[in-house]
């Protein structure tokens, strides 16, 4: 079965910065592109950052670009989401992704229960 | 980017009646090269993440029951729930995913009348 775990979320102050993690299980976690996605406090969703498998490349979403960096430990079999210069308007549930084939454009067949990241003083 | 937006905001329906959600792109997501269109429809459950229902904008995924349905092509869509049940009750998101950003529609909130 398929369990994508994230992990990392909490209360963090505006200018902070916060690292997720996103364990993932049941399948060969090397083999699939990632992606991220946010959803504010009864808002919609919003797509965050993608990873290839090897990590050889990412992208981002223009709200979080030069802030954010997606990466991955294929080893470990975890995603990560390195958060800086975290601003109110990142407050959101952060959920992992996985693509439905391995690699290229497909849509998320797999997704996390998400973890709440709160930017507040 | 591309811009997806979808109709109506909300919505209820009675129960085994029928349930129409429109989205459209602001540029096709028809790719040439494979005919396929990148659109997906996932349905969320308050407190749960987003399930993914339907792709290559008509591809049901496993297990999704055959009263769902997506018919369009290119910038318009429509997702119908043929008879509507009551665990349909949901938020729906339309989503392109043939570039990034992989954008969003709003979301229709869909409810029992």
């Known amino acids: 079965e398929v369990q994508l775990v994230e992990s990392g979320g909490g209360l963090v102050q505006p200018g902070g910065s916060l690292r997720l993690s996103c364990a993932a299980s049941?399948?060969?976690?090397?083999?699939?592109?990632m992606h991220w996605v946010r959803q504010a406090p009864g808002k919609g969703l919003v797509w965050v950052s993608r990873?290839?498998?090897?990590?050889?490349?990412?992208n981002y979403a223009d709200s979080v670009k030069g802030r954010f960096t997606i990466s991955r430990d294929n080893a470990k079999n975890t995603l990560y989401l390195h958060m800086n210069s975290l601003r109110a308007e990142d407050t959101a549930v952060y959920y992992c992704?996985?693509?439905?084939?391995?690699?290229?454009?497909?849509?998320?067949?797999?997704w996390g229960q998400g973890t709440l990241v709160t930017v507040s003083s | 980017d591309i811009v997806m937006t979808q109709s109506p905001d909300s919505l209820a329906v009675s129960l085994g009646e029928r349930a129409t959600i429109n989205c459209r792109s602001s540029q096709s997501v028809l790719y040439s090269s494979n005919n396929k269109n990148y659109l997906a429809w996932y349905q969320q459950k308050p407190g749960q993440p987003p399930k993914l229902l339907i792709y290559?904008?008509?591809t049901r995924d496993s297990g999704v029951p055959d009263r769902f349905s997506c018919s369009g092509s290119g910038t318009d869509f429509t997702l119908t729930i043929s008879s509507l049940q009551a665990e349909d009750v949901a938020v729906y998101y339309c989503?392109?995913?043939?570039?990034?950003?992989?954008?969003f529609g709003q979301g229709t909130k869909l409810e029992i009348k």
């Open positions: 049941g399948f060969t976690f090397s083999s699939y592109w």
């Open positions: 290559w904008a008509s």
């Open positions: 989503q392109q995913y043939l570039i990034t950003p992989y954008t």
């Open positions: 992704a996985r693509v439905l084939s391995g690699h290229g454009d497909y849509p998320f067949d797999s």
């Open positions: 990873i290839l498998r090897d990590g050889s490349s990412t």
